[in-house]
């Protein structure tokens, strides 16, 4: 090979080299992405702060006996769920049913006895207005007739008082709920009084949640807060339902009671964490919840500049649904990319889509 046609292969080899280099390069930068956009908004709104609360049932019963009796049958589990007047617990009523028995007997007797006083009565009084009887026997009748008439009453009424008895046998739920605890088994003796299991109301499970009592004025009853169940990593909204009477001695702390649907399957002292107004209300910046990014424990948007993903830090410090209000230098109106961003860089090149 001459000279000339050397320096002709290496121009050659020189050119190639450079044009793969530089498709690599292209090849390397990232495509453009697809994005869908939102508009910043303003809104006044308390700012908020995350703190952590349990749940706990506010209204809880101890069903007890009333009677003195052997337990013939429980009904009912640990961590079960009962309707109102759902029967709990069978007492034993043997004993008892025979002296209803002889109760029911005795009543009969004392019926026949005062229905023959009465007809001894009525004769007795008809003869002693003909004046054919004295006035004694009239007033023994009476007397006879009413003494047998107050008996048969006062034995009535030990016979509802046994029926009465034999009712309350049956224990059953005063309200819906769930069972927090069993304390009897069968075959126990139990005395009035006697705790057979506690009962939580189901109506009345809440989310206690302790505040600062600065923080009062800023809780209105029946606003709404958002809570996040760590355990089901679901998010639920709750209305502030109240305030305990009483604040902690040591702690200068008042539970905060909010009103929450929780799942199946929340359990009593189970976490949740809830974000409540710890401020007056200031102008924030709004965006969708679907903006946010996470990178290394801090909290970043996306805007659209010139056709390129920008990448803005931002303060979220109010949580309303499925908006945050954010401290950011974020204008009125301006785009904040909702779909796409979570495979975004800085400077990326993007495509705004419907």
């Given at each position: 090979?001459?000279?000339?046609?050397?320096?002709?292969?290496?121009?050659?080899?020189?050119?190639y080299?450079?044009?793969?280099?530089?498709?690599?390069?292209?090849?390397?930068?990232p495509?453009?992405?697809?994005?869908?956009?939102?508009?910043?908004?303003?809104?006044?709104?308390?700012?908020?702060?995350?703190?952590?609360?349990?749940?706990?049932?506010?209204?809880?019963s101890?069903?007890?006996?009333?009677?003195?009796?052997?337990?013939?049958?429980?009904?009912?589990?640990?961590?079960?769920?009962?309707?109102e007047?759902?029967?709990?617990?069978?007492?034993?009523?043997?004993?008892?049913?025979?002296?209803?028995?002889?109760?029911?007997?005795?009543?009969?007797?004392?019926?026949?006895?005062?229905?023959?006083?009465r007809?001894?009565?009525?004769?007795?009084?008809?003869?002693w207005?003909?004046?054919v009887t004295?006035?004694?026997v009239?007033?023994?009748?009476?007397?006879?007739?009413?003494?047998?008439e107050?008996?048969?009453?006062?034995?009535?009424?030990?016979?509802?008082?046994?029926l009465?008895?034999?009712?309350?046998?049956?224990?059953?739920?005063?309200?819906?709920?769930?069972?927090?605890?069993?304390?009897?088994?069968?075959?126990?003796?139990?005395q009035?009084?006697?705790?057979?299991?506690?009962?939580?109301?189901?109506?009345?499970?809440?989310?206690?949640?302790p505040?600062?009592?600065?923080?009062?004025?800023?809780?209105?009853?029946?606003?709404r807060?958002?809570?996040?169940?760590?355990a089901?990593?679901?998010?639920?909204?709750?209305?502030?339902?109240?305030?305990?009477?009483?604040?902690d001695?040591?702690?200068?702390q008042?539970?905060?009671?909010?009103?929450?649907?929780?799942?199946?399957?929340?359990?009593?002292?189970?976490s949740?964490?809830?974000?409540?107004p710890?401020g007056?209300r200031?102008?924030?910046?709004?965006v969708?919840?679907?903006?946010?990014?996470?990178?290394?424990g801090?909290?970043?948007v996306y805007?659209v500049m010139e056709?390129?993903?920008?990448?803005?830090?931002?303060?979220?410090?109010?949580w309303?649904?499925?908006?945050?209000?954010?401290?950011a230098?974020?204008?009125?109106?301006q785009?904040?990319v909702i779909?796409?961003?979570?495979?975004?860089?800085?400077?990326?090149?993007?495509?705004v889509?419907?």
């Amino acid at each position: 090979m001459n000279k000339a046609g050397w320096v002709r292969m290496m121009v050659g080899l020189l050119c190639y080299s450079l044009w793969c280099g530089a498709g690599s390069a292209l090849a390397e930068e990232p495509p453009p992405a697809k994005v869908r956009i939102a508009p910043v908004t303003q809104e006044e709104v308390a700012p908020q702060q995350e703190m952590i609360g349990t749940f706990a049932f506010d209204r809880v019963s101890e069903v007890s006996s009333e009677v003195a009796a052997l337990v013939e049958e429980v009904l009912f589990s640990e961590g079960q769920s009962v309707a109102e007047g759902q029967i709990l617990v069978r007492l034993n009523t043997e004993l008892l049913d025979q002296e209803i028995r002889l109760a029911r007997i005795r009543v009969a007797q004392l019926t026949l006895r005062r229905d023959h006083a009465r007809k001894e009565l009525g004769r007795v009084e008809r003869l002693w207005a003909e004046a054919v009887t004295s006035e004694q026997v009239h007033d023994q009748a009476l007397l006879s007739a009413r003494d047998l008439e107050e008996e048969r009453a006062a034995m009535g009424a030990v016979l509802q008082k046994l029926l009465i008895q034999q009712g309350r046998s049956v224990i059953t739920a005063p309200f819906a709920g769930v069972i927090l605890s069993r304390e009897v088994g069968a075959g126990s003796w139990v005395q009035p009084g006697k705790t057979l299991c506690r009962l939580g109301a189901s109506s009345d499970f809440l989310l206690r949640v302790p505040v600062a009592e600065g923080m009062l004025p800023l809780l209105e009853k029946g606003s709404r807060v958002q809570i996040m169940i760590p355990a089901f990593d679901l998010e639920v909204s709750g209305e502030i339902f109240g305030m305990a009477p009483v604040a902690d001695l040591r702690t200068k702390q008042v539970t905060m009671k909010i009103k929450v649907d929780a799942p199946s399957g929340t359990l009593e002292n189970m976490s949740a964490l809830v974000h409540v107004p710890s401020g007056r209300r200031q102008l924030l910046s709004m965006v969708p919840r679907a903006a946010l990014v996470k990178f290394q424990g801090s909290d970043f948007v996306y805007t659209v500049m010139e056709n390129k993903a920008v990448i803005i830090p931002v303060q979220v410090l109010a949580w309303l649904g499925d908006r945050v209000g954010v401290q950011a230098p974020l204008e009125l109106g301006q785009p904040v990319v909702i779909e796409g961003n979570e495979r975004l860089r800085p400077d990326q090149p993007v495509v705004v889509g419907d």
